[in-house]
Every structure is written in structure tokens, then in C-alpha cells.
């Protein structure tokens, strides 16, 4: 039971940065493994990144060495930090907390949705 708001979206240049925060109320964050999804139109919502309570972190090959995730336990916050980014990275982009126990990769592990904001990439 945890509320998420999602903020930082928007239009970017290929090459360019973004950095999407995910501020989230109701609990404390420390408790939850948080994650990040993306998602285009007719298409299901893929895994992009996720983090733990011990704050190790694991992303999809298609971001690797390009996007970092982090947390501020303090702020009760977490972070997508969007480098070289590339057309197809252009999506809906969701933050998720979960504390289940499974493949961090996949969307039911996680319990609570934020409303998504829109990234897109222009060449």
C-alpha cells in the first residue's frame, strides 16, 4: 500500500538526457523493491530497471550502461537517470513498488502503479 507520483517526462533530443523521479507516499519506501516499466501503444509493458532494499540495481540489456536507477530513502524518491538516449526508447514510463518475492522482471511482482508519464525521444 504505497501511492506513487511520477514526474519528469518529456520531449528529448536523441543523444540527449532525461531524469524521471518517482516520489511515493502511504509507506516507507526503504521496504520495497522499486522497479521501472515502459510501454508503447499495442504493446505490453516491459522491465527497465529495478532496485532493492539493499540497493542493488539491475536493468534490461536494452539500457544498460545508459540509464542508471537509484533511490533517496531520505526524500522517499526514486530516480531514472536516462542517458544517450535513443528513439526507441520513446514510451510510457511507470514506476512500481513491490515486495514480493520472484522475477524482478516481470510486472506482477510489483503492487503498486504510478500513473506513468510520457518519454520521447525526437531524432
Known amino acids: 500500500q504505497v501511492q506513487l507520483v511520477e514526474s519528469g517526462g518529456g520531449l528529448v533530443q536523441a543523444g540527449g538526457s532525461l531524469r524521471l523521479s518517482c516520489a511515493a507516499s502511504g509507506r516507507t519506501l526503504y521496504t520495497y523493491r522499486m522497479g521501472w516499466f515502459r510501454q508503447v501503444p499495442g504493446k505490453e509493458r516491459d522491465f527497465v530497471a529495478t532496485?532493492?532494499?539493499?540497493?542493488?540495481?539491475y536493468y534490461a540489456d536494452s539500457v544498460k550502461g545508459r540509464f542508471t536507477i537509484s533511490r533517496d530513502n531520505a526524500k522517499n524518491t526514486v530516480f531514472l537517470q536516462m542517458n544517450s538516449l535513443k528513439v526507441e526508447d520513446t514510451a510510457v514510463y511507470y514506476c512500481?513498488?513491490?515486495?514480493?518475492?520472484?522475477?524482478?522482471?516481470?510486472?506482477?511482482?510489483?503492487?503498486?502503479w504510478g500513473q506513468g508519464t510520457q518519454v520521447t525521444v525526437s531524432s
Open positions: 532496485i532493492t532494499w539493499n540497493d542493488s540495481a
Open positions: 512500481a513498488a513491490g515486495r514480493g518475492i520472484g522475477n524482478y522482471a516481470r510486472a506482477p511482482l510489483y503492487e503498486s
